[in-house]
Structures are given as C-alpha cells and as structure tokens.
C-alpha cells in the first residue's frame, strides 16, 4: 500500500489539462464589457476635463488599454502568472518525491512482517485450539478434571483471542486514519484546481469591471487570490516533507516492534495483552499531517494577502505616474 496514491495526482493533472481548454470561455464577453466600460470611463474624463474640475493626464488615460490587452492575451498573461510557481512546485515535488519513495518501501516492509505475524498468529492459534480439543476428549472420558491444566489452557487460548481481536482492530483503525491522511491530502489540491479553474475562467471580467473607476481594485484583488491559491501545491509539498518526516520515523518504530515480536516467542503472545505506543505514533503522526493539511489556505493566505497585493500594485502604480510627471515636467 501506497502513503498517497499517484494515480489521484495523475487524474488531478489530466482534469486541469482538460478544463485549461475552457480558460477563454468569457474572454469575448469581458472585451465586450471592456469596451463599454471604455466608453464610459472615457466620458467621465471627457466631462471632467471640460469642465476644469480635472487636469490632462497621461497616465490614467492608458491604464483601460493595458487591461484590454491582459484580456486579449489572456492565455499568454495566465501562463506568465504560473511560471515561478511552477518553478517553486519542481523543487519541492523532487523532495517530496524523494521522502515518498522512502515512506512506500518502509510501508512495504512493514506489511510484510505485518503478513508474517498473522500468519504466525494463526499458527498459533491453531496449535491452541488442537491442544484444547486433544485435552477435552480426554477429559470427557475421565471422571476427575485437573484444574490446573484447565485453567492454563484457558489462558492460553484466551491470549490468543485478544491477540488476533487486537490485530484486526489495529489495522483496521490504521486503514481508516490512513485514508483521511490522503483525504486530506487530495482535499487541497483538488481546492487548488478548482479555485485556480474558477479564477482563470472569470478573470478576465475581473479585469473589465476593473476599468469602472468604482471597481478600479478588481483586478489586484484577483491577483492576490490567483497568487495565493497557485502557492496551495508548494505549500501543501512542504507540509508533506515535514509530515513525511514523522511518519517515517513511527514506521521504523513499527517495524522494530514486529521484528522483535517474530524473534521473541514469549513476547509474541504477551504484545497482545500490552498497551502499544508505537501504533500510536503512527497513528499520531497521520492525523498530525492531515491536520496540518487543512491549514494550507490559511497559511497561504499569510503569505499573500489580497488587500495587500492591492496595496502594492496601487503604490507602484502611483509611483509610475509620478515618474511620468517627473519627466514631463522635464521635457
């Protein structure tokens, strides 16, 4: 059994692949909206310039063409969008690649010595019951019972029970943390997918409302949300090295155990009446991951906020202008 299925990350890829072909679906109308909102910031200009309450500039004048052109090319602007975090996605994927392949072989390895001891429980178990049925027939034929040996052979079976109830409980609990663990896990970056398939499609009606002075922000805040969800994948990698790490390490712990249990004849039937720490961690460590799964659009948020995108691309902004002022002041 694999950590993380492949094939769910292979089919996550061939779905963005397939819905990267609708990315122009509204590209026509928002150059149509674009264009009315055109006319109408230009005529508010217009009005303001005629009247005197506004002086000639350049700059604000140019700002609807150069969202016109983003909605033009609107798959080459995406597509400059995405190249550094895809840079960013390569290197963590090759850590991360490198973490899982040593997870899936310590995982190997321990379903094998997990096949090992019910075998040998079983062994067991049947040498248990055979002993009972040989000791029960010849009890029936006698008058008098041994206590001792009655009771003894009571316990023995009954470790036996707890041991394989134990077993089967353990690795059922197991299976089912390990599946929100890669619930969890393919939860983000199916969020990533959609959101970023949501944004790339009404993005460029983003940037046609953008040219109303009234929405003038639009299109920063879609920058910072593109931006803070295109970070989902990289971030989600980087809890996944880290989660990694401690499943690793409950993995060698688990290992030693069965290793042990195999080698030790009287602790093999003891383990089950014993309380087990190191399934624990295991376990622990799978719900540490999943949980810090959770918190990767919260903690890109931390990263980029959308107010402060805003902010940023306003102050630059600003700042052409007033070099556009600077140097015609010059001139």
Known sequence: MEILDQAVFELFDQLEAFLRGDARMFVRDAQAIAAIAMLLYFGVKSFGLISGDERWEIMPLLRPFGLTLVIVFWGQFIRALEFPFDIFEGRTEALYNDQRDEVDLLMLEKNKLITEYALK????????????????????????????????????????????????????????????????????????????????????????????????????????????????????????????????????????????????????????????????????ALLTGAAAMLTVPTVSTWIVNTSGVGQAVGKMAKGGVQVAKTAGGAL
């Not at 008058?143 to 059922?172: C, M, T």
């Not at 969890?184 to 959101?195: E, S």
């Open 121 to 284: 429980l079983t062994e067991v178990s049947q040498d248990v019951e055979d002993v009972n049925g040989e000791d029960s027939d010849s009890w029936m034929g006698m008058i008098g019972v041994d206590v001792d040996d009655l009771v003894q052979e009571a316990k023995s079976l009954y470790l036996v029970v707890l041991a394989k109830f134990k077993y089967v409980l353990e690795q059922v609990i197991n299976y089912i943390i390990l599946a929100f663990f890669q619930v969890c896990v393919y939860i983000v970056f199916f969020l990533q997918m959609f959101f970023k398939h949501v944004l790339i499609v009404l993005g460029p009606l983003a940037f046609a409302i953008s040219i109303i002075p009234a929405f003038k922000d639009s299109y920063t805040t879609w920058i910072g949300r593109f931006i803070s969800v295109a970070l989902y994948s990289t971030i989600a990698r980087i809890v996944l090295i880290i989660s990694m790490t401690f499943i690793r390490y409950a993995l060698n712990l688990e290992i030693q155990m069965f290793e042990n249990l195999m080698a030790d004849e009287n602790a093999f039937i003891l383990y089950a009446t014993g309380s087990n720490t190191v399934q624990i961690s295991f376990i622990v």
